[in-house]
């Protein structure tokens, strides 16, 4: 698996640190009201499922599987977070939609006008769908390695194209503590 710009080292860093973004959502409790699964990380892993499920868009897989992952440093402003964490590493338009993930929920009418007739409000549609299905406290998901395995194996398709072993050489991590 090899993309332009990317060596060997810096994609096994990005999986490693998607990885790590996305299993620091496991024992994160959300609140029951909206969600009855309760953990985010199980949440993001039936999110992905449906999305595995719905579409052959590997951007959009990405986009399901990590919308969360802000989660884990602050949930009411995750979608920044997130989105912040994994500019540069992944693709412009899967950034765009993790960091816009909750605007169709919060600004239904506003964002619809906004983005009336664009591919972006498909996609945001798309993901609302799926992120509003993915909350059953009994769904059967794969595992979160299974998961990034299908995402990073269209690593050509999903990642930021440059060279990116300078960016983690200058980007702080947000979060400080391994469990």
Known sequence: MSTPNVTADSLTFVEK????????????????????????LYHSLQVFQLSYDSCDDP????????????????????ATIGADE?????????????????????????TRRWLHQTPQLKDLELLRIWDTEGRSPH?????????LDIVMAHAPVILYQQDMTAYYHNKPLLCHHVS
């Open 139 to 147: 769904a059967t998901v794969m595992s979160a390695t299974e998961a």
């Open 17 to 40: 640190h998607l990885h790590f973004l996305l299993t620091s959502l496991d024992g994160v409790i959300q609140g029951a009201r909206h969600h009855p699964e309760k953990d985010a």
């Open 59 to 78: 951007e959009l897989w990405a986009a399901a599987l990590l919308h969360d992952v802000g989660k884990a440093v602050n949930s009411a402003s995750h």
């Open 86 to 110: 994994l500019e540069g590493i992944l693709t412009p338009r899967i950034v765009w939609l993790i960091r816009h993930h909750l605007h169709l929920l919060a600004a239904p009418q506003r």
